[in-house]
């Protein structure tokens, strides 16, 4: 008996995780208010499926984000650990913090949306991502050469506006004009 009950749990986390990556692809296609009905076909399961594990689309939006949040936040002390200097660090986190940012259509909108089972997500994107930033700043800080004051917040704010594409602007101009702002963010040597 508990075999059969340890095969279910497996199978029903293998089908959970299925929908959060067909989830995330359709939502980078499509935008957070994509039909359920093509996150279940490329999931390859019925919409019942999906909605036995995401009674709602708010519990669905925040499961696939949760995720990269979680993952943009555990990248933050790998870099630290890997790379030669904080600021190459700071640099290589921001350029996944951008990657996420752009990537995410609609999660602005859903974030706006006034929708009371989204409101966690800012909260938990600001509680997870900014200690993550700020981890990054202080260690720039600590080995010089980077302006006072700057904050994680302030930093990430200015970075998501420089995140917001258009017909005119995309992520390749995105990640440049972070760029620039990082290269401002040093103090002379």
């Known amino acids: 008996m ?30 957070v208010q994509a039909p359920v009905r093509d996150i279940a076909v490329r999931a390859g399961v019925g919409v019942g499926t999906l909605y036995r594990n995401f009674p709602t689309r708010a519990d669905l939006v925040t499961a696939v984000y949760r995720h990269q949040i979680d993952a943009c936040a555990a990248l933050a002390p790998q870099l630290l650990a890997e790379s030669d200097s904080a600021f190459t660090a700071l640099r290589r986190w921001t350029d996944a913090f951008v990657d996420f940012l752009v990537t995410k259509h609609g999660l602005g909108a859903a974030l706006g949306s ?22 990054l700043l202080d260690a720039c800080a600590a080995e010089g050469g980077l302006h006072p004051g700057l904050t994680a917040y302030r930093l990430m704010r200015a970075v998501g506006n420089l995140c917001i594409t258009g017909p005119d602007y995309d992520q390749a101009d995105a990640r440049h004009m972070v760029a620039v702002l990082l290269a401002g963010c040093r103090t002379p040597a």
């Open 2 to 31: 508990p075999e059969s009950v340890g095969v279910r749990q497996a199978q029903a986390q293998r089908t959970r995780r299925g929908l959060l990556e067909a989830a995330a692809a359709v939502f980078v296609e499509q935008g």
């Open 114 to 135: 006034g929708d009371p089972g989204l409101e966690n997500l800012h909260v938990l994107m600001l509680d997870t991502l900014v200690p993550a930033c700020t981890a």
